[in-house]
């Protein structure tokens, strides 16, 4: 107890002493003191506190612009994508039509016969109808038929316009016209090509036919 006081005494004491020096000073000196003192408080603030903080938030602002950036170049490759999937979804649909337009191969004798008839339809006497040997290109093949018909000039553009009203591709090729019997009478020969839609198959694997096999 007796040392807790001695020690309050003494702070007291020397509370006293300062407020004593302190009150013998001038007001300038007193006011420098408060200015270093608010200085001093100021400055370790300023060091230990704003500054980190600072430091903190520039940090942030740069993180902040750095994901905008980035948010910026993800929308606008988003946007590229959705104009390339359109792109593509048109294309594909354009795809599906043209491969509407080829026979497969179930469906190559009936247009055959649709050109055959096209031909009998529009009063045209058939001296040749021979289909060729098949033609391989890089994912359809093409089918040439040999046609030698006779008929008078409408009844060619007839068949000319039926050929155009199939539901599949059918060109004419080599068309040679000739004409009979005082001009009435019109011999041509011809090439109609029609075209068939083939899929790559893929190669098989040898060694996994051996291994099925053991």
Do not use: W
């Not at 980035?70 to 792109?87: D, F, G, Q």
């Not at 354009?94 to 009998?120: C, H, Q, V, W, Y």
């Not at 155009?164 to 040679?176: E, P, T, W």
């Amino acid at each position: 107890m007796n040392r807790g006081k001695n020690k309050i005494n003494e702070t007291k004491k020397k509370l006293r002493a300062f407020s004593e020096k302190v009150g013998a000073l001038t007001k300038v000196q007193r006011l420098l003191i408060c200015v270093v003192t608010f200085a001093v408080i100021g400055g370790a603030y300023y060091y230990f506190v704003f500054m980190p903080k600072h430091e903190e938030l520039e940090n942030v602002k740069k993180n902040y612009e750095s994901q905008l950036n980035v948010l910026s170049t993800y929308k606008r490759r988003a946007a590229e994508i959705v104009k390339y999937e359109k792109l593509m979804a048109e294309a594909q649909e354009e795809f599906n039509l043209a491969m509407k337009a080829l026979p497969d191969k179930r469906e190559l004798p009936s247009l055959l016969t649709g050109i055959s008839k096209a031909g009998s339809d529009a009063g045209l006497e058939f001296h040749l109808f021979q289909p060729a040997n098949e033609v391989s290109k890089e994912f359809y093949k093409e089918i040439p038929v040999s046609i030698k018909v006779e008929g008078r000039y409408h009844q060619l553009t007839d068949f000319f316009f039926q050929i155009i009203g199939l539901n599949r591709i059918v060109n004419i090729n080599n068309v040679d016209v000739k004409s009979k019997k005082d001009g009435k009478i019109l011999e041509m020969n011809c090439k109609a090509v029609t075209y068939m839609f083939v899929e790559k198959k893929e190669p098989v694997d040898k060694n996994k036919r051996k291994r099925k096999k053991k």
